[in-house]
């Protein structure tokens, strides 16, 4: 399992919102304070095309975690404190075995996992 965001609660506690594989093929399922909500299959792929950029190997980063995907397949959140930052930020990065790894800001990947998460969910029979 992988925290991909935080979330303050109304009585000011974090939150964590996780991500992790629920069967051996690569099924996902996000991870939120009020339960687990399955993935559609490709979702995190899609979600990391429309938002992500080219991943820098060369930019300075800290390792924070890592989700083997399987089939080659691996998501990491790293931490970037870029020169004109005051704060790091963290990022999440789809490592692929053949293609280039795109890179997101966390934040951005987990809104949108939950939202099409959500969707999901409300139109299964």
Not at 7 to 30: C, D, H, K, M, Q
Not at 31 to 38: I, Q, S, Y
Not at 50 to 55: D, H, Q, T, V
Not at 79 to 107: K, M, P, Q
């Amino acid at each position: 399992m992988l925290k991909i965001h935080e979330l303050t609660s109304a009585t000011g506690a974090l939150e964590g919102v996780f991500l992790r594989v629920i069967a051996p093929g690569g099924a996902l399922e996000i991870v939120e304070p009020e339960g687990a909500l399955p993935l559609p299959e490709g979702v995190l792929e899609k979600v990391m095309q429309r938002y992500g950029a080219p991943f820098d190997p060369e930019a300075p980063i800290q390792m924070v975690g890592e989700l083997a995907l399987g089939a080659d397949r691996r998501l990491r959140q790293v931490r970037h404190l870029a020169g004109y930052d005051v704060i790091a930020r963290d990022y999440l990065v789809l490592d692929v075995a053949e293609g280039e790894s795109l890179c997101a800001l966390g934040t951005t990947v987990a809104g949108a996992l939950q939202f099409l998460a959500r969707a999901a969910q409300r139109t299964a029979p």
